[in-house]
């Protein structure tokens, strides 16, 4: 609990400490809590599975629909 809590806390371990404690539950323990990985009631969650509670709910204006006026660009083919 100590090393996922350093870990969480965003304390660095060297190179060579890593390698040194490579694919022990320490390192694990470590790893996960830098990662911010929590379980909670049985689920685990971490960086792509958020908690459920937080949605996004788009605007009523969305960026990528704005049209562009015809008078920006001319109509194809142009006069020659």
């Not at 660095?12 to 400490?17: A, D, H, V, Y």
């Amino acid at each position: 609990m100590v090393s996922y809590l350093r870990g969480h806390g965003g304390s660095e371990m060297s190179r060579f400490t890593r390698r040194l404690i490579a694919r022990s539950e320490l390192h694990r323990a470590w790893l996960l809590g830098s990662l911010g990985y929590v379980e909670e009631g049985g689920v685990t969650y971490g960086p792509c599975n958020t908690y459920p509670g937080i949605t996004f709910e788009p605007d009523d204006t969305d960026e990528a629909q704005q049209v562009i006026p015809d008078d920006v660009f001319p109509t194809y083919p142009a006069q020659l």
